[in-house]
């Protein structure tokens, strides 16, 4: 379905089995482990974030127990969301703009994460800078999260830059 700039396509979604080297992932303990995925993070028993997922990324997260696979990059990748049906998970695609972050998409985000409130969801894009912002966003303003803790998971993977301080700010105070 196409509305505005966004287009959100629900498929169901599987991985490979083939792993990727050394990934970094950052937990609420500030652990590193190994897992195929790019900066990898969790934020709740219910909610993680990450960049580029490989090859085998979504047997991994299914098998840890996530349902749900929110991918903010700009192009959708048939690939990922066809690389393994069998997993039965689900793979939502919701485009953010990298250079330009528009309340339209944080909005169509939003609803997603509220649609879906029982199931662990992974959100990710490339490098987890728009999946960490959003996830801040998604936090901050639907679950009351404390800003300073929201902003220290975002700040534990990336420094945003002033075009996303700027759409964090704006988005806030919209509210």
Known sequence: M???RWLMT?????????????????????????????NYQVISD????AGTLSAGAVSWLVADGYRM???LRDEFDESEANAALAEDAIYVHVPVSWPAPSA???ESFLLVMAANPEKKILVH????????????L??????????????????AIWEPNMTWLSF?????RAR
């Open 69 to 71: 696979i929110i991918d």
């Open 168 to 172: 964090i700010a704006r988005s806030t």
């Open 138 to 155: 998604y936090r901050v303003l639907e679950l009351d999260t404390d800003p300073e803790e929201a902003m220290a998971d975002v700040r």
């Open 2 to 4: 196409m509305t505005g």
């Open 125 to 136: 894009c490339s490098a987890n800078y728009r999946a960490s912002a959003m996830t801040y």
């Open 10 to 38: 629900a498929l169901l979604i599987g991985g490979s089995s083939a792993a990727a080297a050394d990934p970094v992932i950052v937990d609420e303990e500030g652990v590193d482990e190994e897992a195929p995925l790019r």
């Open 104 to 106: 339209d998409e944080l």
């Open 46 to 49: 219910r909610l993680g974030t």
